[in-house]
């Protein structure tokens, strides 16, 4: 059976050209990229090309990248490295973000940090009103992420920057710093770090057609950060460890393709995005688009369909060849309804019954389309033996 | 007619097997899933059962209700239906259940009322840890309905 790969949120497949930019640094450059000789000198030259290409995509200067093994260490060491360096306080973040945000905080409010969780309004977006009253003498860290994972939200990133600015200014310049996760916008949405004014921003490769288990965290020069793992003085120390030269060979191909593609790429993918919304809409009765249609990423579909329960919707669809999700993947093992769609205002039975579709580059228009014709008839046979 | 209706979900099982690999649920499970027995998908007619039951809440992603039909002489399970708003589990878990009872001319209500949901997971071939939960709102309907059941005809209930 052919298969529809309709979850790009949770991860891509690896692009040819990725792969191919990878190949040499298996087995033919394979060196420590700490060492003086010719191997390793290999290796510490694709690392400084890498770190010096995806400085320049995002406007930023080739130190202030810290390469990770991922989005969740790249939030985990934001969050973690400025809260412990800077000890105590008070943390601003919201209600939807990712569980590598959400849960680090909840670490922190064991270690006696305060921490604010802002409400997002029915669209998924917070409210910078709000986030100016949050602000306070004790504050250190604003993390909001750039695009939501669920519901493809994306957030006022300059404004928000300029709120935290403007507070900053007032007070003397105080030291607040302002981190982003821009894991799921890194495909579509504009990355250059002046322009977004963010202090910390996290990437990752998985979903951007790049390999799993690599990714970066922008730290803006100045910024101390405490480590999380200690090890040897690979990353300035702030992120030790042997350098993973064929994944952050990687990294720096997919992130280059993904920024040099994404405005085209997103004309595309927004067309698919609204044909698709449009006519679920249209065809299935009582369903619902959670969030904003304008305000979401181009790849993004999180409907919600009354009656018919999350995963057993995935199973049914699984077994027409089709591969999509509810919600967070992270979250699929998770009896819990998910955090962003409450966070809406919906209610925990419309949560249990959403479903997000994510487009991707290889998505067309006949994908859809089969999509459209099978959904119906699943949905008709789930509200069937459904109790409610 | 049945067994055209079986032979489908072998062939789903193939296809979806070899593109697939492993399934986290058992292959019973996955059957049952994708073809549930004893879905009531009509309202019942009056008279058509003896009893009905419920249990779960649309909040926590699961809603079953059960109807049974009981021979009173020899308190047999004649017919169980039921239906459900919820996870592959609980549909799977259900469907086992209303086979379990009702096959072999019907359990009688005392043998039903010993079943667990242990015994069910059995017959499925496991279930993975986290959505053992899932399993026991048959068992929890099926409660339900037999207390439906014996309020209906108190005579029939077990003395205490």
Redesign the interface.
């Known amino acids: ?1 052919n ?1 529809i790969y309709l979850d790009h949120a949770a991860t891509t497949y690896i692009d040819d050209a990725v792969k191919a930019a990878m190949e040499p640094y298996w087995q033919n450059k394979f060196g420590n990229a700490s060492t003086i000789y010719k191997e390793g000198c290999d290796a510490r030259s694709a690392l400084n090309a890498a770190r010096k290409n995806i400085a320049s995509l995002i406007g930023a200067n080739p130190d202030e990248i810290i390469f990770t093994n991922g989005g969740t260490e790249s939030d985990n060491l934001a969050i973690f490295g400025i809260a412990r360096q800077y000890k105590g306080g008070h943390i601003i973040t919201s209600k939807i973000e990712h569980h590598a945000v959400l849960n680090s905080c909840k670490v922190l409010e064991k270690e006696n940090f305060k921490v604010t969780y802002l409400d997002v309004d029915k669209n998924g977006i917070i409210d910078l009103k709000e986030l100016k009253k949050s602000l306070c003498k004790d504050t250190i860290l604003i993390s909001i992420m750039y695009a939501n994972n669920e519901i493809g939200a994306i957030q006022p990133i300059k404004e928000i920057a300029k709120v935290i600015r403007d507070y900053k200014i007032k007070n003397k310049n105080k030291k607040i710093y302002f981190h982003t996760d821009a894991i799921q916008a890194a495909g579509y949405l504009d990355l250059n770090v002046e322009r977004l004014g963010v202090d910390l921003m996290s990437v990752n490769a998985s979903k951007i057609y790049g390999p799993k288990g690599v990714g970066f965290l922008y730290a803006r020069r100045g910024i101390k950060l405490l480590p999380i793992i200690y090890g040897g003085g690979q990353e300035k120390g702030i992120r030790p460890g042997t350098e993973n030269i064929p994944s952050i060979v990687g990294l720096d191909k997919a992130f280059e393709i993904a920024q040099k593609m994404r405005e085209k790429e997103s004309k595309r993918v927004v067309s698919l995005r609204d044909y698709l919304i449009k006519n679920i809409l249209k065809i299935i009765p009582d369903s619902s688009l959670n969030g904003n249609q304008a305000l979401r990423l181009p790849n993004n579909v999180n409907v919600t369909i009354k ?1 018919v ?1 999350g ?2 919707l995935i ?2 669809l ?2 027409r ?1 089709i591969a999509c999700s509810t919600g967070s993947a992270c979250t699929s ?1 998770d ?1 819990e ?1 998910s955090h962003v769609i409450t966070a809406l205002g919906k ?3 419309d949560a ?1 019954c959403s479903i997000r579709f994510t487009l991707g580059r290889k998505t067309t228009k006949a994908d859809m389309d089969y999509l459209l014709k099978v959904l119906p008839g699943i949905v008709k046979k789930l509200r ?5 | 007619m049945i067994k055209k209706r079986l032979r489908k979900p072998a062939q789903v099982l193939a296809t979806a097997s070899a593109s697939g690999g492993e399934w986290i649920y058992s292959k019973t499970v996955k059957e049952h899933f994708f073809h549930p027995r004893n879905i009531l998908l009509k309202e019942p007619k009056k008279g058509e059962f003896d009893a009905e039951g419920a249990v779960g809440n649309p909040a926590c992603g699961d809603v079953m209700k059960m109807w049974i039909k009981v021979e009173p002489k020899t308190q047999r399970i004649k017919k169980l239906k039921w239906r459900s708003f919820g996870c592959a589990t609980a549909i799977a878990s259900t469907s086992m259940f209303s086979q379990m009872v009702t096959e072999y001319g019907g359990m009688t209500l005392e043998d039903a009322l010993r079943l667990t949901p242990q015994d069910i997971m059995k017959r499925l071939g496991g279930l993975p840890p986290y959505k053992v939960h899932c399993s026991v709102l048959a068992d929890q309907a099926f409660k339900s309905t037999i207390e439906n059941y014996f309020q209906k005809f108190p005579e029939e209930a077990p003395a205490k």
């Open positions: 059976m298969r009656n329960e995963e057993s199973l049914y699984d077994a060849g093992q009896l309804p209610s925990r039975e249990h069937n033996i459904s109790a409610i």
